[in-house]
């Protein structure tokens, strides 16, 4: 369970602003690891005199060192070298693959695996997750880049990716946190030892290594969006994702759906303590494999609070998707594919919405209130919950709203230490430490 504290958000909740510019919707932009540009390499953004300084430089517009906070703090710089560990072996020996380090499906989502024709002179496999596996391959907008006469528009048109879009970047960030059309971490994987997948983008954001600033030439040259548009766009294209990779999989012609897709801990817990209890949300009973619907529980929180009626709706539906899959697969994937499409709809909803001091309020009652319903009683649900409640509460400490107490402090504390231990998670504690966040 990743670990976050309140102040760590606030860097999130710092690009929130009074008034919005429409997010844009770059529709066609491709994501990095599938372009026709060829990617360069980590070193030719390496120059002490570009962006591999020890230190920030005083007075320009960028920091300077984003190379060096890159290769010594952030973990996407260490994601190739997780492949030439014991337990990547192991697992690559358990799935039959040869060698993790050389095997496509690892280096999909631990490396900057672009075709071998998009290679530039330097570039190297082993640097993992680098610089144009997120900002695209820099062979077009390299020079624009740093030539110094450039927009950034000019550096976007060629080919440098829209990182600071919400919604570009969750594409981006979900295409490995989770998988897309190309790839995807099966139930399979898993099974030989990968690790659970987590994600949720306003948190995530957060808590990578900064490598940029939110000052007066960022707001002058790129997109700035609010943190409650971040966090439900994240969760709408989380969803989205979800249910296309579940219509996609449907076909494979196996006994099983693809489980991965499920709630783990619907099946993965221990059958000597005696410790089920209804979730409201679901209307399922006891010994059912479900629908992993934590971002749903999430998007009808939001949109209650923004569009009551369609949050009640979205609500009835998720229970129609639950007792579906108990009965009829044909109805299933059909209630899967309207909840599909409605998630599509909502990306730009949210994009074009200005979530304010009331939403914030809202957001933060209901996500208190549904914990006190047990809705939370899965991990998913409540790992979702404390990251969205912790994001709220940000915003609510930028916006002048509410500023963060030791009280809250301590039971954000508590609930995150109740999400530690996946396999023996405490519900009690973390219901308990939500609780006691007082908001009035």
């Known amino acids: 369970m990743l670990k976050v504290k309140l102040n760590h958000l606030l860097i999130a909740a710092s690009v929130l602003v009074a008034t919005l510019s429409p997010l844009q919707l770059l529709a066609d932009t491709v994501l990095p690891q599938y372009s026709d540009d060829v990617h360069l390499g980590v070193t030719s953004c390496a120059g002490s005199t570009c962006h591999g300084a020890t230190s920030p430089w005083k007075g320009s517009t960028v920091l300077q060192n984003e190379y060096i906070t890159w290769d010594r703090y952030d973990p996407h710089s260490k994601a190739y070298s997780v492949l030439l560990n014991d337990v990547s072996k192991q697992m690559a020996k358990n799935l039959g693959i040869g060698k993790a380090h050389e095997a496509k499906i690892c280096l999909d989502c631990h490396a900057d695996n672009v075709a071998e024709k998009n290679r530039g002179r330097v570039f190297q496999i082993s640097d993992g997750v680098g610089c144009e596996a997120c900002h695209g391959g820099g062979e077009r907008w390299l020079g624009l880049h740093v030539s110094g006469v450039a927009s950034h528009q000019d550096n976007l048109d060629a080919g440098l990716y829209p990182t600071e879009d919400p919604v570009k970047r969750a594409e981006l960030c979900l295409s490995c946190h989770f998988g897309d059309d190309k790839k995807i971490v099966t139930h399979r994987i898993m099974g030989a030892g990968h690790p659970r997948l987590d994600f949720e983008l306003d948190t995530f954001t957060a808590t990578q290594p900064a490598h940029y600033e939110i000052d007066k030439d960022y707001y002058e040259r790129k997109i700035v969006s609010n943190g409650m548009q971040t966090w439900a766009i994240g969760q709408a294209l989380a969803l989205e994702k979800r249910f296309e990779a579940l219509l996609k999989m449907r076909e494979t012609g196996g006994i099983f759906p693809e489980l991965v897709l499920f709630d783990c801990q619907a099946c993965h817990h221990s059958l000597m303590t005696q410790k089920w209890q209804p979730r409201p949300g679901t209307g399922l009973g006891p010994g059912v494999v479900r629908f992993d619907d934590s971002n749903l529980l999430m998007l009808q929180i939001i949109l209650e609070s923004i569009d009551a009626t369609r949050g009640k709706a979205l609500q009835r539906k998720t229970i129609e998707l639950h007792k579906a899959s108990t009965t009829n697969s044909k109805e299933f994937y059909k209630v899967a594919q309207s909840l599909r499409d409605e998630a599509k709809e909502l990306v730009p909803m949210f994009s074009n919405y200005k979530f304010g001091k009331k939403d914030v309020e809202n957001l933060l009652r209901k996500l208190i209130k549904r914990t006190k319903e047990a809705e939370f009683f899965d991990y998913v649900g409540a790992e979702q919950a404390i990251m969205g409640i912790t994001s709220v509460l940000a915003a609510a400490d ?24 996946y396999d023996a998670w405490d519900y009690a504690k973390f219901k308990s430490a939500v609780e006691k966040i007082n908001f009035n």
Not at 399 to 406: E, R
Not at 414 to 419: F, G, K, S, W
Request: no cysteine.
């Open 398 to 421: 930028k916006m002048g709203l509410k500023k963060s107490t030791k009280q809250i402090q301590s039971s954000l504390d508590t609930a995150y230490q109740a999400l530690e231990n």
